[in-house]
């Protein structure tokens, strides 16, 4: 499995780190936002859901500021893949540490990998339905569902002292690495982390908007 990292952040150049962050678009946020409204009224028939004036800033504050991120995330992609081509022992570092994490997050019942692609391909689902379809709610809740377990297992997976060592090691030096490569990465990681600290801040605000309690897991 490819290392993903234009949805999943600089932090941690690993598997599926920050999954939520990186898949949620403003189209799976609106449609979580409208189930919330006509959950108050289930006798009522369907209608298109309608935003309150807060959940309109919210969601365009939120696109904006995934729209920077991907402009930001393209430009340190291309640089960390020159990073990786002058220096391979990186690379062998990353297939290592994203190996020792799968190997932590799976178990009998439950494959890092699998869940990983099933969750991308649900989300990719999720942004194609239009809003109303019955179906698009229930999915972003099989989503939350199957995200939340995957973070879980991710945090456990962390909690591990030669994991956390490794995964620090490949932030430092790929990071410094990309700085040689192009000094214009170390305002660009700065600007980056500034934004995915907005984006954690802007989704904490929707789960509190209609009452849900949600942990966003931190960046490592």
Avoid: W
Avoid at 72 to 92: F, R, S, T, V
């Amino acid at each position: 499995m490819v290392t993903q990292v234009k949805k999943l952040g600089f932090r941690q150049t690993v598997l599926a780190v920050g999954i939520v962050c990186g898949l949620m678009s403003a189209g799976v946020m609106a449609a979580d936002m409208g189930t919330a409204n006509s959950a108050a009224a289930p006798s009522a028939q369907p209608v298109m859901p309608t935003l309150s004036p807060e959940q309109m800033k919210l969601m365009t504050d939120f696109k904006q500021t995934r729209e920077a991120m991907d402009a930001l995330e393209q430009q340190l992609q291309g640089i960390e893949a020159k990073a990786y081509d002058k220096n391979p022992k990186l690379a062998k570092d990353r297939d290592s540490l994203r190996d020792a994490i799968k190997v932590a997050m799976s178990d009998k019942t439950f494959d890092a990998e699998a869940k990983y692609n099933e969750l991308k391909a649900l989300v990719t689902k999720i942004q194609a339905m239009p809003d109303s379809d019955p179906q698009k709610a229930k999915d972003i809740q099989l989503f939350r569902a199957g995200q939340q377990e995957f973070e879980q297992r991710q945090e456990k997976a962390f909690q591990d002292p030669k994991i956390q060592q490794k995964s620090e090691k490949l932030r430092t030096d790929v990071r410094a690495d990309m700085i040689k490569v192009d000094p214009k990465s170390k305002q660009l990681f700065q600007d980056l982390d500034a934004k995915e600290k907005h984006m954690r801040d802007l989704q904490q605000q929707a789960m509190q908007m209609h009452g849900v309690e949600q942990p966003v897991s931190p960046a490592k």
